[in-house]
């Protein structure tokens, strides 16, 4: 096995995940990026190579659907075939659907859902009993990329905010199993990001002024800040992490305030 750090980086071909194998990238990790899109791939590789660093880290693409049912089989394979000890698992692949639960196409929903927490799930399992087991002397990480809709029931993102709160509760009940093993677990939970995922999820229109698409684009923050924090939580003491003033305050009302006060609120922001 090669002793260089690894990173492993589900959905790493745009937004949040590209700026993340950037940034472990331009540090020295050797990268394994998974994605469904090859083009993506293709595009964040040659990204990469352009910046012609001294010491070039191996950047190891597989296009795969994460919701296939023998994607972690492949993932597995895939590793060992180009014999590459992952020392951080990056959970980040996913995606939202902005609508009424009952007026949103099922098959998307049930892809997202697979998505969001099949996924996220199965490959923590694969990973954390490969790390559990690996023989490099190196620590071992894995972080998953949640979200602030994690914090609170929100409609018309009904099934997305749930399955987010999965992602949280799950990352910190896995951190207390997995310490006694010497794995880390992380959460970062992002705000609105200037990332695709706006649009995938339906709110690319952001021309009308007060509608949920025009605050979103513009509170929207960089995919580099989240970036940032997923790399400097390698090796810290917090467990979920938030990123940004305006997020970190939501993540405080919502930790104190009742419910009672905070959900009629979220349903007039979501509603427009």
């Known amino acids: 096995m090669n002793s260089q750090k690894s990173v492993l980086v589900t959905g790493g071909g745009s937004g949040i995940g590209k700026e993340i194998c950037k940034r472990f990238y331009i540090e020295g990790y050797e990268l394994v990026v998974v994605s469904l899109d090859a083009s993506e791939l293709e595009a964040l590789q040659n990204e990469l190579l352009s910046l012609k660093m001294t010491n070039s880290s191996p950047i190891h693409c597989l296009p795969l659907d994460l919701t296939d049912s023998n994607a972690m089989h492949k993932i597995a394979d895939f590793c060992d075939r180009i014999q590459c000890d992952i020392d951080i698992l990056i959970n980040n692949a996913g995606f939202g659907l902005h609508d009424k639960h009952a007026d949103l196409n099922l098959d998307q929903v049930s892809s997202m859902l697979n998505l969001n927490i099949l996924a996220v799930s199965s490959l923590c399992h694969l990973f954390a009993n490969r790390m559990q087991h690996s023989k490099t002397p190196t620590s071992k990480t894995i972080i998953n990329i949640g979200s602030t809709t994690a914090f609170q029931p929100i409609p018309m993102l009904a099934a997305y905010a749930a399955s987010k709160a999965f992602v949280v509760s799950f990352s910190e009940a896995l951190s207390v199993e997995l310490k006694e093993n010497g794995i880390d677990v992380h959460c970062?939970?992002?705000?609105?990001?200037?990332?695709?995922?706006?649009?995938?999820?339906?709110?690319?229109?952001?021309?009308?002024?007060?509608?949920?698409?025009?605050?979103?684009?513009?509170?929207?923050?960089?995919?580099?800040?989240?970036?940032?924090?997923?790399?400097?939580?390698?090796?810290?003491?917090?467990?979920?992490?938030?990123?940004?003033?305006?997020?970190?305050?939501h993540y405080q009302i919502t930790h104190w305030l009742p419910n009672i006060i905070i959900q009629p609120v979220v349903n007039r922001l979501f509603n427009r």
């Open 188 to 249: 970062v939970c992002p705000g609105t990001t200037k990332t695709p995922f706006l649009d995938v999820a339906g709110l690319s229109d952001n021309t009308k002024f007060g509608s949920t698409a025009y605050i979103a684009h513009k509170i929207a923050m960089s995919p580099k800040d989240v970036a940032n924090l997923a790399f400097n939580i390698v090796g810290s003491k917090n467990i979920t992490a938030v990123p940004g003033l305006v997020n970190k305050l």
